[in-house]
């Protein structure tokens, strides 16, 4: 039932994690002794509740919280300890070994800049790339992510983009740099199904092909169960049940997690088999 | 399906918006987002939007609250065009409101959850002065937040405790009409069936009529009681969700149906693969 690998392997390893954010009392710690776990490739669900903690532990990687806000325990990203490491050695981590889907797009999207120029600039600056290299590898990222005519694209500014657009934007910017890591926070909420298959697909070729680790954010539970090895489940700040998405999803454990499943049960129409009979 | 009355509290008739780059140097080809769209809202229905990405459901929102302006056609309210004077807007401001598919850039920054849903309480003077606090708690709670998140600004919210203030302000000018673009994209299935029960209570008790934009068709069928289909800029298929979802016509209507994921099929593919750090993988 245990983890299997040893600690060496670890992608990513967190640990007792407590996030307080200023002006709350320790009490309502947003994030409360969350551990989990990753190896090289594999992909982690986080599921769970509005406001249970998802995208605080996700900010909490990337040393992105806003100021003043307490962190404690351990985050280790293949062995390197990112509590407390300061901003100009986690700065060249992010965006190349790190890439994050923020969970809102506008969030991750400078308005006055073109999408060419977002999209060029982390290719040039961790990668190396000339201008004309990083305009090709956009065009190629944009087509990637099902954006039609993706070369007129690159003059857009983002608010000429539809909702789903700039989501698939902030994607493709994400994995432009072939990270090891990548952190997805709710990648495809704005998608309609047939986007937003090609989106999972995407991400689902990245871990298969490059080995790259993926932690998902999602609320929607066919996402988890198709894309992750294994889920978390938080509510209120803890992870209330952990285990590969068989455990999880055929035998929760959890009675919130039962929940959760008996209303997608409800909404979908098509029962997922709780007790794991044919 | 409910008829329609006469005139429907919601009337588009042909509306074209295109979008042209005015750039210096740049020359970019004009963005067609609606090419002529119809349809009607009656009081007291639902009427669902579908449609890919950039098909232009948003851009038909905001044009129906004046917010882009249409090339040609129309836009009524029960029946009186809405005309793109200030005045027209206000009085449109008033019936119909709007919860933005970006929870994020549509709430202001500076402001706390109080300031931000008295405002309209203010506006429309739905509460007396001295009621402003009681009705904003009731507001907040009524969407599952506690009474103690006014004081917070939108940047110490999560992302599904947002979308919910921008519900909640929605509805606080009582409205009798919300156009809704994705409200319940990022809730989590408790919240979001919490809202939805919400929003078809007010319905029946007050005849509120929604025009409900979403990729998710649970929702959407859940909701409407007709749906509309979009498809690069056009309108491709418009029916009641019977006969949608028994006889869907067009090709892509058919896509969308079938594209809807299920959790069991999902889960097969996973455990396939077999990296779970847990030990026990089902045979
Ligand atoms: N800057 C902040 N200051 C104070 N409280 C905050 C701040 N940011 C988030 N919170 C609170 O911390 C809790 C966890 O928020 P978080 O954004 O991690 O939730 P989440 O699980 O991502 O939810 P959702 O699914 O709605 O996005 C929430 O109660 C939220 O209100
Ligand atoms: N201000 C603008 N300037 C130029 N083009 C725009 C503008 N706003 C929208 N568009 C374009 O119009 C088309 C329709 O966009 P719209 O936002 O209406 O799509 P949508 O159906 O809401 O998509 P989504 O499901 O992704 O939110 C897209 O091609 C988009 O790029
Ligand atoms: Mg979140
Ligand atoms: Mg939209």
Redesign the interface.
């Given at each position: 039932?245990?983890?299997?690998?040893p600690g060496g392997e670890e992608l990513l390893a967190v640990r007792d994690l407590r996030v307080v954010?200023p002006g709350t009392r320790p009490e309502d710690a947003a994030v409360t002794g969350v551990s989990f776990?990753?190896?090289p490739?594999?992909?982690l669900g986080l599921?769970?509740?509005?406001?249970s903690g998802?995208?605080?532990a996700c900010l909490a990687i990337m040393g992105l919280l806003?100021r003043g806000a307490t962190v404690t325990g351990s985050i280790t990203f293949r062995g390197t300890e990112l509590v407390g490491l300061p901003e100009r050695r986690l700065r060249p981590l992010r965006g190349k070994d790190i890439g994050l889907v923020y969970?809102?797009?506008?969030?991750a999207l400078n308005p006055v800049k073109t999408i060419g120029a977002q999209l060029r600039e982390p290719l040039r600056l961790h990668l190396g790339m000339s201008r004309k290299q990083a305009d090709e590898r956009a065009v190629e990222l944009l087509d990637r992510v099902g954006i039609?005519a993706p070369r007129?694209k690159l003059?857009?500014f983002p608010h000429?983009f539809?909702?789903?657009?700039r989501q698939?934007v902030v994607i493709a910017m994400a994995v432009s740099c072939n990270p090891t890591l990548l952190i997805a926070?709710?990648p495809t909420?704005?998608?309609?199904?047939?986007?937003?298959?090609q989106v999972l697909e995407l991400l689902s070729d990245l871990t298969?092909d490059l080995g790259i680790g993926l932690l998902i954010v999602s609320?929607d539970?066919?996402?988890v169960?198709?894309?992750?090895?294994?889920v978390a489940v938080m509510r209120h700040g803890s992870v209330v049940e952990y285990?590969?998405?068989?455990?999880v999803?055929?035998r929760p454990a959890h009675p919130y997690t039962r929940?959760?499943l008996a209303?997608?049960r409800e909404?979908?129409g098509?029962?997922?088999?709780a007790g794991?009979r044919p | 399906m409910t008829h329609p009355p006469a005139a429907p509290l919601l009337s588009v008739d042909d509306l074209v918006v295109t979008f042209r780059s005015r750039g210096l140097f740049t020359r970019r080809p004009p963005v067609h987002a609606l090419r002529g769209v119809s349809l009607h809202v009656g009081r007291g229905q639902t009427v669902g939007v579908v449609g890919q990405s950039g098909s232009g459901k948003s851009t038909l929102a905001r044009t129906v609250v004046g917010l882009e302006r249409p090339d040609s056609g129309t836009v009524s309210l029960s029946g009186e065009v809405v005309a793109g004077t200030a005045e027209s807007l206000a009085g449109l401001r008033r019936h119909v409101q709007m919860v933005f598919q970006d929870s994020l850039t549509s709430l202001n920054p500076r402001r706390s959850v109080l300031a931000t849903l008295a405002e309209p309480l203010i506006v429309h003077r739905t509460v007396p002065r001295s009621g402003i606090r009681d009705r904003v708690a009731e507001l907040l709670q009524a969407v599952d937040l506690p009474a103690g998140y006014m004081a917070r600004r939108p940047a110490q919210l999560s992302g599904g405790q947002r979308q919910r203030v921008n519900i909640a302000r929605a509805l606080a000018s009582e409205p009798e009409l919300i156009i809704a673009d994705e409200p319940t994209s990022s809730l989590d299935v408790s919240v979001r069936a919490q809202i939805l029960e919400l929003l078809q209570q007010l319905q029946r008790d007050r005849g509120l009529s929604y025009l409900f934009i979403s990729h998710d068709l649970h929702v959407v069928r859940h909701m409407s009681d007709v749906v509309v289909v979009m498809k690069s800029g056009a309108v491709v298929e418009v029916a009641d969700k019977a006969t949608l979802y028994a006889t869907p016509h067009h090709e892509y209507t058919k896509e969308l149906l079938a594209a809807s994921p299920t959790t069991r099929l999902a889960l097969a593919r996973s455990a396939a693969r077999g990296r779970s750090r847990f030990a026990d993988q089902p045979g």
């Amino acid at each position: 039932m245990s983890a299997v690998a040893p600690g060496g392997e670890e992608l990513l390893a967190v640990r007792d994690l407590r996030v307080v954010f200023p002006g709350t009392r320790p009490e309502d710690a947003a994030v409360t002794g969350v551990s989990f776990a990753m190896n090289p490739g594999q992909t982690l669900g986080l599921v769970g509740e509005s406001g249970s903690g998802k995208s605080t532990a996700c900010l909490a990687i990337m040393g992105l919280l806003a100021r003043g806000a307490t962190v404690t325990g351990s985050i280790t990203f293949r062995g390197t300890e990112l509590v407390g490491l300061p901003e100009r050695r986690l700065r060249p981590l992010r965006g190349k070994d790190i890439g994050l889907v923020y969970q809102d797009p506008m969030a991750a999207l400078n308005p006055v800049k073109t999408i060419g120029a977002q999209l060029r600039e982390p290719l040039r600056l961790h990668l190396g790339m000339s201008r004309k290299q990083a305009d090709e590898r956009a065009v190629e990222l944009l087509d990637r992510v099902g954006i039609d005519a993706p070369r007129d694209k690159l003059r857009s500014f983002p608010h000429e983009f539809s909702g789903g657009m700039r989501q698939r934007v902030v994607i493709a910017m994400a994995v432009s740099c072939n990270p090891t890591l990548l952190i997805a926070d709710e990648p495809t909420t704005a998608l309609d199904v047939s986007v937003q298959a090609q989106v999972l697909e995407l991400l689902s070729d990245l871990t298969t092909d490059l080995g790259i680790g993926l932690l998902i954010v999602s609320h929607d539970l066919s996402v988890v169960a198709g894309l992750a090895d294994d889920v978390a489940v938080m509510r209120h700040g803890s992870v209330v049940e952990y285990g590969s998405v068989h455990q999880v999803f055929q035998r929760p454990a959890h009675p919130y997690t039962r929940d959760l499943l008996a209303v997608v049960r409800e909404l979908e129409g098509d029962p997922v088999d709780a007790g794991g009979r044919p | 399906m409910t008829h329609p009355p006469a005139a429907p509290l919601l009337s588009v008739d042909d509306l074209v918006v295109t979008f042209r780059s005015r750039g210096l140097f740049t020359r970019r080809p004009p963005v067609h987002a609606l090419r002529g769209v119809s349809l009607h809202v009656g009081r007291g229905q639902t009427v669902g939007v579908v449609g890919q990405s950039g098909s232009g459901k948003s851009t038909l929102a905001r044009t129906v609250v004046g917010l882009e302006r249409p090339d040609s056609g129309t836009v009524s309210l029960s029946g009186e065009v809405v005309a793109g004077t200030a005045e027209s807007l206000a009085g449109l401001r008033r019936h119909v409101q709007m919860v933005f598919q970006d929870s994020l850039t549509s709430l202001n920054p500076r402001r706390s959850v109080l300031a931000t849903l008295a405002e309209p309480l203010i506006v429309h003077r739905t509460v007396p002065r001295s009621g402003i606090r009681d009705r904003v708690a009731e507001l907040l709670q009524a969407v599952d937040l506690p009474a103690g998140y006014m004081a917070r600004r939108p940047a110490q919210l999560s992302g599904g405790q947002r979308q919910r203030v921008n519900i909640a302000r929605a509805l606080a000018s009582e409205p009798e009409l919300i156009i809704a673009d994705e409200p319940t994209s990022s809730l989590d299935v408790s919240v979001r069936a919490q809202i939805l029960e919400l929003l078809q209570q007010l319905q029946r008790d007050r005849g509120l009529s929604y025009l409900f934009i979403s990729h998710d068709l649970h929702v959407v069928r859940h909701m409407s009681d007709v749906v509309v289909v979009m498809k690069s800029g056009a309108v491709v298929e418009v029916a009641d969700k019977a006969t949608l979802y028994a006889t869907p016509h067009h090709e892509y209507t058919k896509e969308l149906l079938a594209a809807s994921p299920t959790t069991r099929l999902a889960l097969a593919r996973s455990a396939a693969r077999g990296r779970s750090r847990f030990a026990d993988q089902p045979g």
